[in-house]
């Protein structure tokens, strides 16, 4: 099992979670932050400081939301990533699983 992060971080990707992860997990896309699942050791230390609470245990995230947790682990297969042992080696990427980058904007004021 790992955490999925879903929509209320489209378009905003505040990265408290990022700090937060003690194992370099989650990597940033162009529109979001994806959690790589292989590198993911459940922790749940990001859950609690994401501010726009978008960060779900897989077995939580709401129906609403389900496609994010396939969306999670296709941006890290469909493109190559794989798992590279860490996102700030990685750095931003500058696409976004399909589902993700088709969406109008969101979360805008």
């Known amino acids: ?5 879903a929509q209320p971080c489209v378009d905003i990707k505040d990265r408290a979670c990022v700090d ?6 989650i990597y ?8 790589n699942a292989e590198e993911c050791v459940d922790c749940g230390a990001c859950e609690p ?4 609470e978008a960060i779900f245990y897989e077995d939580d995230v709401p129906e609403e939301w389900a496609d ?6 296709d941006f890290f297969e469909l493109q190559g990533l794989g798992s590279p042992g860490g996102a700030r080696a990685a750095g931003v990427q500058d ?3 399909p589902m993700i980058a ?6 805008q004021d």
């Open 95 to 97: 696409y976004d699983d």
């Open 20 to 25: 937060e992860c003690p194992v370099d997990c």
């Open 68 to 73: 994010y947790t396939r969306a999670n682990i």
């Open 28 to 35: 940033e896309g162009a529109r979001t932050l994806y959690i």
């Open 49 to 52: 400081v994401c501010p726009t």
């Open 102 to 107: 088709a969406l109008p904007p969101q979360n």
């Open 1 to 5: 099992m790992t955490y999925v992060i």
